[in-house]
């Protein structure tokens, strides 16, 4: 069992805090490490931060307060191309998947690249011959090669999200922050999706940050669990460690095990 | 909870009070709303005795009667006559009656009078329906029109006639007369001309919406709230950006100037501007080629990216000169092929324009590019230079970058004011102008503080918004008044026109299309480290096209309808045609043009939906 403390901080997060608009506290002080080729979990109810949280890690959100380190860069202070820079070496996986519908399964893959490809270039749509060949070879790597040239909105919801996986494989991430990955899709399915993230953190050594509704999922897959509670760190240890009265803590009194 | 006495009865009063101001409002309402219509029946001149006044009914009906009969065809015509003698006044002793021979026949009734006097001209014998008119034809011959006439399904027909006012002691003559078609029908020169404007206006339709959609394209999304909402950057920032662009622009007319002067040194032999037109753009091929690698997994050292930005720079410049060149070859080629296609020379007509067009466009990308580039220059200088400013500079600094950019764009509006209104005096145009706006700005620069996160995205937006509202405010038949002082009466003018309102009502619908779509794809793209203009092609792009497809064939059939009428303002088309057949009271011209425009509208009307249908 890896935590936090046992090896040394890839990702530190330090005191974290996100207010929207308007005055809602999102995150409030939520500091943790991860050490590399960790896959961490994140639990907690809706609305208690987990997207926002994943969110500041590629500043697809803008923390309040904060800082969040990773290899030895401060994100927080990154300046846009530096941002662009990190951010294409984060992988990110979404809960509606996130596809362009209208646009074929590779063009969608190949996205995944475009922090790469030379701006004025893939204006155009061109894309260097090697890059095709590997967006072929990560749709090979989910299962669903013979999709490539289909309308993403033609494919069904699993096979949407294998998509979404490749584009994030696409950017050869060294993290991967997956939003809720599996909260549109049945158990099968879920564990499908569940399985390539394992594969790629243990095979590609790839960090993994997932937030997760269904503690069995929790159980099976993640190194380690944080729970947040209206923006507030309550919960950090292996996933084993939440008992009953963790449980009540994370998730409410009045909350019942599902699964 | 049940109430308590007291509640209702202290509430009963007030209820009651409420209940009688709620009436009193709405009787006030009312009584407004008649005075309100009463003077509305005054000032539009509201009067159905006008309408109903028999003068006015029989005007109606021989317009109604003209459009029915709209002037498309016509035949040879042959002229038929009848004709009888007559004296006025009557002699001493009238010659015997000779009943009429032949058909058709003419007779009077009386057969003399006194001048002056109304007789009754009877004919028979006339093809039923038959009309024409009754002469009077003195000793001279000229035929003096007296009356129309209309034979019954008998043949028959009967009208009065004055006699002429001058006496004369000879036998003079009354003549009925009426033409009748002979052989096939052929097109009118009216129908003719109503096809000529027809097709001049579907096409003035078609370029306005092609012309107005190409600019209404780019606009939309700076029109498009939830694209520029997160463009945010220090109020610093902005004014180097603000101050950047007249910069950049003059620099880029100078670009141009010489780009041109550069072409005009060439241009003496289209072969030597062929060779030099395509070794200048192979040679820019070549350098975009190496200057922009298609993939970089690291970044490159200083040396390089500096060269890159410089070879960038020549392939621009050498790529702006090629341009030109293949501009000018354009009309060249286009002129020589006028001169020889012959019935087809419009073919050749169109190139030499696309390369007038070409070379257009091409000023104004020189002059916007050089800005822009500029101006990003400027605010990535910027960018890099604030964070190394210590905290307690980086507000004074801001302030006075927007202070300043205050006063040049208080310079700009002084010097446009000047140019305008013809003004010498140095204190109005240049001290007063440049004073307020550096206040203002620094008023500005104040109240929006000191962070990163002035809404510079939400500025441009709001600008580009206002923009399109005033434009979209001028209806394009206002504006062809204005255009076609500028580039003469004519189909180009309603083009310019439709185009403008083609921008401001198409930028407006596009803008809230892109508002609507869905942000999870814009959320990827940007995460995988996407600039925000490849955000925009591949995230935006796909999801917009069935709607700014639909829409732009939609604005297609409405600059069809609008192109109908431009015409009347002096915008060419059909409208030009049916106005001048209206005021010249040519009912039945302008029934025709009237036709033409139902059904090429109509058939807009299916043809757009029909494509619509297909393209989503």
Not at chain 1, 99 to 104: C, D, E, I, N
């Given at each position: 069992m890896r935590t936090g403390t046992s090896q040394p901080a890839m990702l530190s997060i330090r005191h974290l805090s996100k207010t929207y608009e308007?005055?809602?506290?999102?995150?409030?002080d939520v500091s943790f490490d991860v050490p590399d080729g960790q896959f961490l979990a994140i639990i907690g109810?809706?609305?208690?931060?987990k997207s926002t949280l994943l969110r500041c890690i590629n500043r697809l959100v803008e923390p309040t307060s904060g800082q969040i380190v990773w290899d030895g860069v401060d994100i927080t202070a990154a300046s846009r191309d530096e941002t662009r820079r990190i951010r294409r070496q984060i992988g990110m996986v979404f809960q509606h998947f996130n596809?362009?519908?209208?646009?074929?399964v590779l063009t969608n893959v190949l996205a995944g690249r475009l922090g790469y490809v030379t701006p004025a270039w893939s204006l155009v749509n061109h894309f260097p011959k090697a890059d095709v060949a590997k967006a072929m070879h990560e749709l090979n790597r989910v299962g669903?090669?013979?999709?490539?040239?289909?309308?993403?909105?033609?494919?069904s919801g699993g096979q949407q999200q294998r998509v979404g996986v490749a584009r994030a494989l696409m950017q050869d991430p060294r993290m991967i922050l997956a939003d809720?990955?599996?909260?549109?899709?049945d158990p099968v399915l879920a564990h499908s999706i569940m399985q390539y993230l394992e594969l790629i953190n243990r095979e590609d050594n790839v960090m993994v940050l997932c937030s997760l509704h269904f503690l069995d999922l929790v159980h099976r897959y993640a190194d380690r669990a944080i729970a947040l509670n209206e923006g507030r760190l309550v919960f950090d240890g292996?996933?084993?460690?939440?008992d009953h009265a963790r449980f009540k803590a994370i998730y409410g009194q009045d909350a019942e095990r599902v699964g | 909870m049940a109430k308590t006495p007291n509640e209702s009865g202290d509430r009963a009063p007030s209820r009651r009070l409420a209940s009688l101001g709620r009436g009193l409002i709405y009787a006030v309402a009312v009584a407004g709303g008649i005075l309100i219509y009463a003077y509305g029946f005054q000032v539009t001149q509201v009067s159905l005795e006008e309408a109903r006044s028999p003068s006015r009914q029989e005007r109606l009906v021989r317009i109604l009667r003209a459009l029915a009969e709209p002037d498309l065809v016509e035949y040879d015509e042959q002229e038929t006559t009848a004709e009888t003698s007559v004296w006025v006044p009557c002699p001493k002793t009238l010659p015997a009656f000779e009943p009429p021979s032949g058909t058709p026949s003419l007779s009077l009734e009386p057969r003399c009078g006194a001048p002056g006097e109304r007789i009754t001209a009877v004919g028979n014998g006339?093809?039923?329906?038959a009309d024409g008119r009754v002469y009077f034809v003195p000793p001279n011959g000229i035929r003096l029109s007296q009356a129309e006439f209309r034979a019954d399904t008998d043949g028959a027909f009967s009208v009065p006639i004055q006699l002429p006012e001058r006496a004369s002691p000879e036998v003079q003559t009354v003549l009925a007369a009426f033409q009748r078609n002979v052989g096939a029908p052929r097109l009118t020169r009216n129908a003719y001309d109503t096809w000529d404007k027809i097709v001049e206006t579907v096409f003035m339709a078609l370029l306005g919406t092609t012309f107005g959609t190409m600019v209404a394209v780019p606009l939309s999304f700076l029109a498009a709230r939830n694209l520029m909402k997160d463009i945010t950057g220090t109020v610093g920032g902005l004014a180097l950006i603000v101050m950047a662009l007249p910069v950049g622009a003059l620099l880029g007319a100078i670009v141009w100037r010489v780009a041109l002067a550069g072409s005009a040194a060439v241009t003496s032999s289209p072969f030597a501007t062929a060779v030099v037109a395509s070794a200048s753009l192979a040679v820019v091929a070549r350098t975009l080629r190496w200057a922009m690698p298609?993939?970089?997994?690291s970044t490159p050292s200083l040396r390089i990216r500096a060269a890159r930005i410089v070879a960038l720079l020549v392939a621009s410049l050498l790529g702006l000169l090629g341009s030109v060149l293949a501009a000018r070859l354009m009309s060249y080629v286009g002129d020589q092929l006028a001169e020889l296609l012959g019935l087809a020379a419009f073919i050749g007509t169109f190139l030499a324009d696309l390369g007038d067009v070409l070379e257009l466009i091409l000023g104004a990308a020189a002059v916007g590019g050089v800005a822009v580039v500029v101006a990003s220059l400027s605010g990535t200088l910027g960018a890099r230079l604030r964070p190394r400013l210590p905290p307690s500079a980086r507000r004074p600094y801001d302030l006075t970058l927007s202070a300043l950019a205050g006063a040049v764009l208080g310079l700009l509006l002084g010097a446009f004011l000047a140019w305008l209104y013809r003004l010498v005096d140095v204190r109005v145009t240049v001290v007063a102008p440049a004073a307020v706006g550096a206040v203002v700005g620094l008023l500005l620069g104040w109240r929006a503080?000191?962070?990163?996160?002035?809404?510079i995205g939400l500025v441009v937006y709001n600008l580009t918004r206002t923009v399109l509202n005033v434009l979209r405010a001028v209806e394009p038949l206002i504006m062809v008044i204005v255009v076609a002082v500028w580039v003469g009466i004519g189909p180009f003018a309603g083009v310019l026109a439709l185009s403008l309102h083609t921008v401001a009502a198409l930028g407006k619908l596009f803008s809230e299309d892109v508002e609507t779509i869905q942000s999870g794809p814009l959320e990827a793209v940007t995460a995988t480290g996407a600039t925000r203009l490849q955000m925009i092609v591949y995230a935006v792009v796909p999801q917009i096209v069935p709607t700014y497809v639909s829409l732009t064939m939609y604005r297609w059939d409405i600059n069809v309808r609008l192109s109908t009428i431009i015409g009347f303002a002096?915008?060419?088309?059909i409208g030009f045609l049916l106005s001048q057949n209206a005021n010249l009271g040519n009912y039945r011209a302008a029934s025709a043009q009237i036709l033409a425009i139902a059904l090429v509208v109509t058939a807009m009307d299916y043809l757009s939906t029909y494509l619509r249908g297909k393209a989503v």
């Open positions: 308007g005055g809602v506290p999102a995150l409030t109810l809706s609305g208690s931060g596809l362009v519908h209208r646009s074929s669903i090669p013979d999709k490539a040239h289909s309308r993403a909105d033609e494919l809720e990955p599996v909260a549109s899709l292996a996933p084993q460690e939440i | 006339f093809p039923p329906g298609s993939e970089e997994t503080g000191t962070g990163d996160t002035f809404p002096g915008g060419g088309g």
